[in-house]
């Protein structure tokens, strides 16, 4: 298996600076979080730092593997938002030979949610949303919120999501719609 550093630079050689660094902070965010919630701060970590890692790919790369796979058909009616988290996965487990299914699944959960999330994969969603170099209305909230309660979190940043993409007249995945519904206690 690769080492971090060894893991650092696959990310770096895949990403802008911009991009690279909001990995960086992801991991320890993540990490940080790990640590108020009890759960393994080391896979935290890794998921915080692969998180993103194929966000620059082609749509042609994407689109490649979403066939080779036969993934589900649904996800090419979808775009790099979806794609890079969902199908990113794959191209974490072939090119990074990283096998875990929980920091995969992190992975795969980080933007869209999922409607069963484990506490690991909670963590790696909340990390992305609330690191420092964040900057949009209502970031302290979030912080807050999910200092108090990760789960508390999760339904925040749902919520804001979506609202954001009715607003903005955005397709929705079907997923996002399915996280809101099955968060709905934590409010
Ligand atoms: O990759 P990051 O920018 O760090 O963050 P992310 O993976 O959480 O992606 C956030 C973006 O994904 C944000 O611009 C909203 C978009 N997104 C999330 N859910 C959906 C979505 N876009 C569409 N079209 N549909 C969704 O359901
Ligand atoms: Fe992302
Ligand atoms: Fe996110
Ligand atoms: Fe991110």
């Not at 090419?76 to 890079?84: C, E, F, M, S, T």
């Not at 979506?162 to 996002?176: D, F, M, R």
Request: contains cysteine; charged residues 30%.
């Amino acid at each position: 298996p690769y080492t971090r550093k060894q893991l650092v630079d696959k990310v770096q050689e895949k990403l802008d600076d911009k991009r690279f660094q909001h990995c960086l902070r992801v991991e320890k965010q993540a990490m940080e979080l790990a640590n108020e919630n009890n759960v393994d701060p080391e896979k935290a970590a890794i998921a915080g730092l692969l998180h993103d890692y194929a966000k620059q790919r082609s749509d042609h790369d994407f689109i490649k593997v979403i066939n080779d796979k036969q993934m589900n058909p649904v996800l090419l009616d979808y775009g790099n938002a979806i794609w890079h988290g969902v199908v990113g996965a794959e191209l974490i487990k072939d090119e990074l030979h990283i096998y875990d299914e929980d920091i995969l699944n992190a992975v795969r959960r980080h933007t869209v949610g999922a409607a069963y999330m484990t506490k690991l994969d909670q963590i790696v969603y909340m990390a992305d949303y609330i690191e420092p170099g964040r900057d949009f209305p209502g970031v302290d909230k979030a912080r807050q919120i999910t200092h108090e309660s990760l789960k508390k979190g999760v339904f925040f940043q749902t919520q804001q999501t979506l609202s954001y993409l009715v607003e903005n007249a955005k397709p929705i995945y079907p997923g996002t719609i399915a996280t809101y519904n099955a968060w709905q206690n934590e409010k």
